[in-house]
């Protein structure tokens, strides 16, 4: 394989796609909150140069050198994980300390702690296939460091993200190899877990029944997807047109984070629904089709996993959108305002084109 032109080209175009909606979502709530119709689409065009400038670069570089460098990074991503949850270092946005705020930009570690623990493990299962059919040698060593993650990233709280990182690394193990018996007896712990998680925040159970019956309470917690919906239900074929949305009119709250998609169905319809799904299934398609073409373990891993995170992340901002499951805080890749999301997907992309590039 050479250089993936269509994978690079499909990431371009629907982040292009997302800095036209991002603008013309946030215009009015920009030009209400700061005066400035421009504010959200500036910050945004800026991290969407400095994604591709990263995407380019790490297009280059060598993949190998995640593998040497991989325990330094899941350390480092570690240490910014405990540090964002010190009062007074780290910022509290949307009731979650998973913020550093530097000036008028925020970062967010657990973003940077999804490709490093992708990366650990891509290296610790190509050096233990002949073990992964044992639990305490093969996949106990792993499954502590995920759950130690996702337990800090829980403190914050941010459920959706730590659920997509354990997610994309039990994705991993199952293409290694792992037990099907393993999968079964944690998909049971899994459901324990979340049902321990929903009585311990009752914000939770909140979303869950605003999920079952959002107009139970319609001014409340069933608020964001009521509006959602009204967004999507008039779009119809063709939309209302580009920045004609209704909804972004102070209905629908923030849309150009987390419910962007909504905006996008509203004014390209059906079309412009297909549009987004396909360039993402057009990523999905050239990243395993990498993966495949690989015959090394390491970036066999690495590039499926990259690849699953992304495109889970999307599907589940998709079904929250369509109200097919509860709100999670899950941004779609690529087209929701958030400069950590972008540069952090397009980095994972540019580590898949060097993948592609260095086993032509």
């Avoid at 800026?46 to 995640?66: E, K, N, Q, W």
């Avoid at 964001?224 to 047109?241: H, T």
Wanted: aromatic residues 14%; glycine residues 10%; positive net charge.
């Amino acid at each position: 394989m050479k250089f993936d032109r269509i994978l690079f080209i499909s990431t371009i175009l629907i982040s292009l796609f997302g800095i036209l909606m991002i603008y013309s979502s946030s215009s009015i709530w920009a030009e209400y909150k700061f005066n400035d119709s421009y504010h959200f689409i500036k910050y945004q065009s800026f991290f969407l140069l400095m994604g591709i400038i990263l995407m380019i670069m790490t297009s280059r570089i060598d993949y190998h050198i995640y593998y040497k460098y991989s325990n330094l990074l899941l350390i480092g991503s570690i240490i910014l994980l405990i540090l964002v949850l010190i009062p007074g270092i780290g910022s509290i946005r949307n009731g979650s300390r998973s913020w550093f705020g530097i000036g008028s930009f925020g970062i967010q570690p657990s973003e940077a702690a999804k490709i490093s623990l992708i990366i650990f493990t891509s290296k610790y299962l190509s050096r233990s296939d002949n073990q992964i059919k044992s639990f305490w040698t093969g996949l106990c060593p792993i499954l502590l460091i995920s759950f130690f993650i996702f337990g800090l990233i829980m403190l914050q709280p941010d459920l959706g993200t730590g659920f997509i990182i354990l997610m994309s690394i039990f994705s991993i193990l199952f293409i290694s190899g792992a037990s099907m018996r393993f999968f079964k007896i944690g998909g049971i712990f899994g459901i324990v877990g979340i049902i321990c998680l929903i009585i311990i925040a009752p914000y939770r159970m909140d979303r869950i029944t605003s999920f079952i019956n959002p107009w139970k309470d319609p001014l409340g917690t069933g608020f964001q997807m009521i509006q959602s919906l009204y967004a999507i239900g008039p779009g119809g074929l063709l939309g209302l047109g580009y920045g004609n949305s209704i909804q972004k009119h102070f209905y629908l709250p923030e849309p150009q984070t987390d419910f962007i998609f909504s905006i996008i169905s509203e004014e390209f319809g059906v079309m412009g629904s297909i549009l987004v799904v396909s360039l993402f299934c057009i990523i999905f398609y050239r990243g395993i089709k990498i993966s495949l073409n690989t015959n090394e373990s390491f970036s066999k891993y690495l590039s499926f996993g990259m690849t699953f995170q992304i495109i889970f992340q999307a599907l589940l901002n998709l079904m929250v959108v369509v109200g097919l499951i509860p709100v999670t805080g899950v941004t779609l890749p690529f087209l929701s305002y958030g400069g950590s999301s972008l540069l952090v997907s397009m980095t994972s992309i540019g580590i898949i084109l060097n993948i592609s590039r260095n086993n032509s």
